[in-house]
């Protein structure tokens, strides 16, 4: 009796009891400098790979003292300070963001970075340039938002945190739109533009412990496998270090044209997106380094000829790279990444480097086949397409009504009306319906050992 009174006496009370409200975000930024990526676990890892010499901060700091031409003096040489605490650089850096640079982000980093070297009249005069630059950027690209941000909370320091309202309204306009959007897929990033998107994470959470991740669960929940799959199969052996190459929309910068062999003179990728697109990975682990995929995209950059040696690459592989964080078997991974929100999607037929490929992505569909890329016209649909053979999965290109035969496998149906209802009959079964992504693609699992005709007819509009 004694145990049920005490029971309900219990549930009255959590009953009558006002439930407290929801704590409230905080937008005022109270850390110290510096505030943005080094944080204090992350420049304890970079100072002892400092102090045993390592070949990615010997590298670094062999590029700083041949005083060569840097593609970002701002971060490289506020880097550099940062960790070795060496005056001159520190100064050089300080010396370079107070004269015509106009970089938001590196301005940010130089005065986040730097504050030790830099004298008050320098502080804020720096300050006075960045905030003027801020009103100036008004895009709404990644890079531009993330410029934004990090200059707002390296500057936070006046009194009457004037970063408070700014930064709510960036962080409020993501989990409206921004957010949204990416996890719907209505918005697309290329693998080097992802970078930006990951300094915003880590700037977010580490100054006001926000999760930025929970506005686009179902983009986040897929990031680690696009970083991975989104490369076409063969490296490209440049003489610094040998480059994966993330997918190229429009065409191979230099040559515009991508039926050349990708390692021929007139066809050269853009390094730089490819040093962005791997330190894009390389902060993605470092964000969440317990997450399974994230393991597995670590055992994809730790090979360390890939390491990047280049004047761009070189600090970001410094500050990013833990080779102390252990890898999975990106071999364990599966060979067709399919997200239905966007459409995006790749399959290889195997992890060798010579592996033949296809890419489906922003409109853009790819094949890669013996070295060579080839756009794929989505729009040239045949009476009876034969399908492209990658591996265990099929690839078609066709319009309704569409006739083919098929040996099994995953059978990828491009070139369809995007989130469209179609009606599939496969040789000795039942008709189904299946409503094709965004992209208009349907995606067609089959037994490997299944061969049979497939034809494929207009179904009904989704209600």
Same mark, same amino acid.
């Given at each position: 009796?004694?145990? !049920?009174?005490?029971?309900?006496?219990?549930?009255?009370?959590?009953?009558?009891?006002?439930?407290?409200?929801?704590?409230?975000?905080?937008?005022?930024v109270?850390?110290? *400098?510096?505030?943005?990526?080094l944080?204090?676990q992350?420049?304890?890892? $970079?100072?002892r790979?400092? %102090?045993?010499?390592?070949?990615r901060?010997?590298?670094?700091?062999?590029?700083?003292?041949?005083?060569?031409?840097?593609?970002?003096?701002?971060?490289?040489?506020?880097?550099?300070?940062?960790?070795?605490?060496? =005056?001159?650089?520190?100064?050089?850096?300080?010396?370079?963001?107070?004269?015509?640079?106009?970089?938001?982000?590196?301005?940010?980093?130089?005065y986040?970075?730097?504050?030790?070297? #830099?004298?008050?009249?320098?502080?804020?005069?720096?300050?006075?340039?960045?905030?003027?630059?801020? =009103?100036?950027? &008004?895009?709404? !690209?990644?890079?531009?938002?993330?410029?934004?941000?990090?200059?707002?909370?390296?500057?936070?320091? !006046?009194? %009457? *945190?004037?970063?408070?309202?700014?930064?709510?309204?960036?962080?409020?306009?993501?989990?409206?739109?921004?957010?949204?959007?990416?996890?719907?897929?209505?918005?697309?990033?290329?693998?080097?533009?992802?970078?930006?998107?990951?300094?915003?994470?880590?700037?977010?959470?580490?100054?006001?412990?926000?999760?930025?991740?929970?506005?686009?669960? +179902?983009?986040?929940? *897929? #990031?680690?496998?696009?970083?991975?799959?989104?490369?076409?199969?063969?490296?490209?052996?440049?003489?610094?270090?040998?480059?994966?190459?993330?997918?190229? $929309?429009?065409?191979?910068?230099?040559? +515009?044209?991508?039926?050349?062999?990708?390692?021929?003179?007139?066809?050269?990728?853009?390094?730089?997106r490819?040093?962005?697109?791997?330190?894009?990975?390389?902060?993605?682990?470092?964000?969440?380094?317990?997450?399974?995929?994230?393991?597995?995209?670590? +055992?994809?950059?730790?090979?360390?000829?890939?390491?990047?040696?280049?004047?761009?690459?070189?600090?970001?592989?410094?500050?990013?790279?833990?080779?102390?964080?252990p890898?999975?078997?990106?071999?364990?991974?599966?060979?067709?990444?399919?997200?239905?929100?966007?459409?995006?999607?790749?399959a290889?037929?195997?992890?060798?480097?010579?592996?033949?490929?296809?890419?489906?992505?922003?409109?853009?569909?790819?094949?890669?086949?013996?070295?060579?890329?080839?756009?794929?016209n989505?729009?040239?649909?045949?009476?009876?397409?034969?399908?492209?053979?990658?591996?265990?999965?099929?690839?078609?290109?066709?319009? &309704?009504?569409?006739?083919?035969?098929?040996?099994?496998?995953?059978?990828?149906?491009?070139?369809?009306?995007?989130?469209?209802?179609? $009606?599939?009959e &496969?040789d000795?079964?039942?008709?189904?319906?299946a409503? &094709?992504?965004?992209?208009?693609?349907?995606?067609?699992?089959?037994?490997?050992?299944?061969?049979? +005709?497939?034809?494929?007819?207009?179904?009904?509009?989704?209600?």
């Amino acid at each position: 009796m004694i145990s !049920d009174w005490v029971t309900r006496f219990v549930v009255l009370a959590f009953i009558l009891t006002p439930s407290l409200p929801a704590q409230e975000d905080e937008f005022r930024v109270y850390t110290e *400098h510096p505030r943005l990526i080094l944080t204090t676990q992350r420049l304890r890892l $970079l100072k002892r790979e400092r %102090e045993r010499e390592s070949q990615r901060w010997r590298q670094f700091d062999l590029l700083v003292k041949g005083a060569g031409a840097w593609p970002e003096p701002g971060f490289a040489l506020a880097l550099y300070y940062a960790v070795s605490g060496d =005056q001159a650089a520190g100064k050089r850096a300080v010396e370079w963001a107070l004269g015509p640079a106009d970089d938001l982000r590196q301005l940010a980093l130089v005065y986040d970075w730097c504050q030790p070297v #830099l004298s008050s009249k320098e502080s804020a005069a720096l300050a006075a340039k960045i905030r003027q630059l801020i =009103q100036k950027r &008004t895009g709404n !690209d990644i890079a531009t938002r993330r410029d934004r941000i990090l200059a707002l909370i390296a500057t936070a320091d !006046d009194a %009457e *945190h004037s970063e408070e309202v700014p930064l709510e309204q960036a962080v409020r306009q993501w989990r409206l739109e921004y957010g949204p959007a990416l996890d719907g897929g209505r918005t697309t990033l290329e693998l080097p533009d992802v970078y930006p998107l990951l300094e915003i994470l880590h700037a977010i959470r580490d100054n006001l412990q926000i999760e930025l991740r929970n506005a686009a669960p +179902g983009y986040f929940a *897929h #990031l680690a496998k696009y970083l991975v799959m989104g490369n076409y199969p063969a490296p490209y052996r440049a003489p610094e270090n040998e480059f994966r190459i993330p997918m190229y $929309l429009g065409g191979i910068e230099s040559s +515009g044209v991508k039926s050349s062999r990708i390692e021929s003179n007139n066809a050269q990728p853009d390094l730089n997106r490819a040093a962005l697109a791997r330190a894009a990975g390389l902060s993605m682990v470092a964000y969440d380094n317990n997450a399974l995929d994230n393991q597995f995209l670590q +055992g994809w950059l730790i090979q360390d000829r890939f390491s990047l040696m280049t004047p761009l690459g070189a600090p970001y592989e410094y500050l990013w790279a833990n080779p102390y964080q252990p890898g999975l078997s990106y071999f364990q991974l599966p060979l067709v990444f399919h997200d239905e929100n966007s459409g995006a999607l790749f399959a290889r037929s195997a992890w060798d480097e010579d592996a033949d490929w296809f890419g489906l992505y922003g409109g853009e569909a790819e094949l890669f086949h013996d070295g060579r890329i080839t756009v794929v016209n989505q729009a040239a649909g045949a009476a009876a397409p034969k399908p492209v053979e990658i591996g265990e999965t099929s690839v078609v290109v066709g319009r &309704t009504p569409l006739q083919f035969s098929m040996e099994g496998g995953t059978v990828l149906v491009i070139g369809l009306k995007p989130l469209y209802p179609y $009606l599939v009959e &496969t040789d000795d079964e039942e008709m189904r319906e299946a409503a &094709t992504d965004r992209a208009g693609t349907l995606v067609l699992e089959y037994p490997s050992s299944r061969m049979a +005709g497939v034809r494929i007819h207009t179904g009904a509009l989704i209600q």
